[in-house]
């Protein structure tokens, strides 16, 4: 199968792209949610989460996102253990489904993709920008979260200029007609590349 990597910084709109390539037929993997649906259903990771952070970790069997949050946000060290425990298993897991879909390629949307290395399982790397005032101001309206958060969150992934250099395709997200304009180009490139157009 066909592996295209889609990624970006906070907030830069790759779930928007995602969905845009899912409209096109393409079979759209996104790993957040993909994690956050394994944190709450695979008994291993459950267990292995409470091992790590304490009882706390789950209410009532729903995974208590803030409390995990507060901790990963000011220990860089329970961050790695929490994904150590996690993106194995998420691997895995895009793994058997990748292998279902019957589709020319797939779409794996991970915001960390080069940040975890991931991106050296991908044929192809689309990276999706936007200006940073552009993706603040976005956040502030979808989440409930504040600029030093986004901020700090920003500080620690790959600027765009390191990720644009790795990538076959940047797609330029600030209007959304025209985002969409660059993406069937780019899922006609890919089709062209690999044979299928
Ligand atoms: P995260 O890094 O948190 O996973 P993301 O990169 O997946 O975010 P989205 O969730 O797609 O980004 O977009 C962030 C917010 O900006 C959403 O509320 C989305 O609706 C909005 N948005 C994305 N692209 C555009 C656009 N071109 N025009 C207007 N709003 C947009």
Not at 13 to 38: M, S
Not at 46 to 56: A, E, S, V, Y
Request: aromatic letters at 8%; glycine letters at 6%.
């Amino acid at each position: 199968m066909i592996i295209v990597g889609l990624t970006g910084g906070i907030g830069s709109g790759k779930t928007t792209v995602a969905k845009q390539f899912e409209a096109l037929g393409v079979p759209v993997y996104i790993a957040d949610v993909e994690a956050k649906n394994l944190m709450h259903k695979s008994k291993v990771i459950k267990r292995k989460l409470i091992q790590l952070f304490g009882d706390k970790a789950y209410i009532n069997d729903v995974l208590n996102k803030y409390y995990i949050a507060d901790i990963i946000f000011n220990n860089n060290t329970y961050l790695q253990k929490m994904n150590a425990i996690v993106h194995p298993r998420v691997a895995r897991h895009f793994e058997k489904w990748s292998l279902k879909q019957d589709a020319p390629y797939v779409i794996k949307e991970v915001a960390v993709l080069f940040e975890n290395g991931g991106h050296i399982a991908c044929d192809y790397i689309i990276t999706v920008t936007a200006p940073k005032e552009l993706r603040i101001k976005r956040l502030l309206m979808r989440d409930n979260t504040t600029k030093d958060k986004i901020k700090s969150i920003m500080k620690n992934q790959w600027t765009d200029t390191e990720k644009i250099k790795y990538s076959q395709y940047v797609i330029d997200n600030v209007d959304l007609e025209m985002t969409k304009n660059q993406v069937v180009g780019i899922h006609e490139d890919i089709l062209k590349r690999i044979g299928k157009i």
